[in-house]
């Protein structure tokens, strides 16, 4: 069994930044593919970033590429993203997901069978 906690959501003004954590608990983090998804009101979730076991290799969704940076710190069971250069249309509920396996496909939530309770992010214009 695995928890996911998020934190580090909140409301800043287009071009800012956030960083969002996400901490893990239970099963030996090492061995999860993470990820983050998020949601706008009325949208479906989509891919945002993830990375594997290693933390060696990420994977971004073209429209975050070159703003958001996903890490992880293994000895804290904790991921970071930070996002850069915030846009308003980056609004969203930002969602930790985490895996056992590594993922055929990683931008699709289907392959992740934990999640966290999601952190809302807000940017104004």
């Known amino acids: 069994q695995v928890q996911l906690v998020e934190s580090g959501g909140g409301l800043v003004q287009a071009g800012g930044s956030l960083r969002l954590s996400c901490t893990a608990s239970g099963r030996a983090f090492s061995t999860y593919a993470m990820a983050w998804f998020r949601q706008a009101p009325g949208k479906e979730r989509e891919f945002v970033a993830a990375?594997?076991?290693?933390?060696?290799?990420?994977y971004y969704s073209d429209s975050v590429k070159g703003r958001f940076t996903m890490s992880k710190d293994s000895p804290k069971n904790t991921v970071y993203l930070q996002m850069n250069s915030l846009k308003p249309e980056d609004t969203a509920v930002y969602y930790c997901a985490a895996d056992f396996a590594i993922p055929s496909n990683w931008p699709d939530p289907r392959e992740y069978g934990y999640w966290g309770q999601g952190t809302q992010v807000t940017v104004s214009s």
């Open positions: 990375i594997d076991w290693t933390g060696a290799h990420t």
